[in-house]
């Protein structure tokens, strides 16, 4: 599966962003689906994930509370919602699938992987 992640830009701290992941090439409905970051000079890390069925999800402590992670299978797209956003926001977003309906924090349990959006919280 192919994945293409858009929705980054420019905001002013304390706006809101939706971010989002088109996948192409199969279906992601039997996939997990995850966000992943990396700000200027730092590791990748987790953002959010969300089960196929979109009955689970699990966020970063970082983003909790003002992110919302979901998706739309009949248009094999996720979506990332981030509010409050803060200069430390500031990363490429990227989103991942993993086959399954378990979904993890952990980069290594992805196999599939977009090529990021850039997003630039001024403050």
């Known amino acids: 599966v192919q994945l293409q992640a858009s929705g980054g830009g420019l905001v002013q701290a304390g706006g809101s962003l939706r971010l989002s992941c088109a996948a192409s090439g199969r279906t992601i409905s039997l996939h997990g689906m995850g966000w992943f970051r990396q700000a200027p000079g730092m590791e990748r890390e987790f953002v959010a994930a969300?089960?196929?069925?979109?009955?689970?999800?699990l966020y970063a402590n970082s983003v909790k509370g003002r992110s919302t992670i979901s998706r739309d299978n009949a248009k094999n797209t996720v979506y990332l919602q981030v509010d409050s956003l803060k200069p430390e926001d500031t990363a490429v977003y990227y989103c991942?699938?993993?086959?399954?309906?378990?979904?993890?924090?952990?980069?290594?349990?992805?196999?599939?992987w977009g090529q990021g959006t850039l997003v630039t919280v001024s403050s």
């Open positions: 969300i089960s196929p069925s979109g009955d689970f999800k």
């Open positions: 991942a699938a993993k086959l399954g309906a378990t979904v993890f924090n952990r980069e290594a349990t992805y196999e599939n």
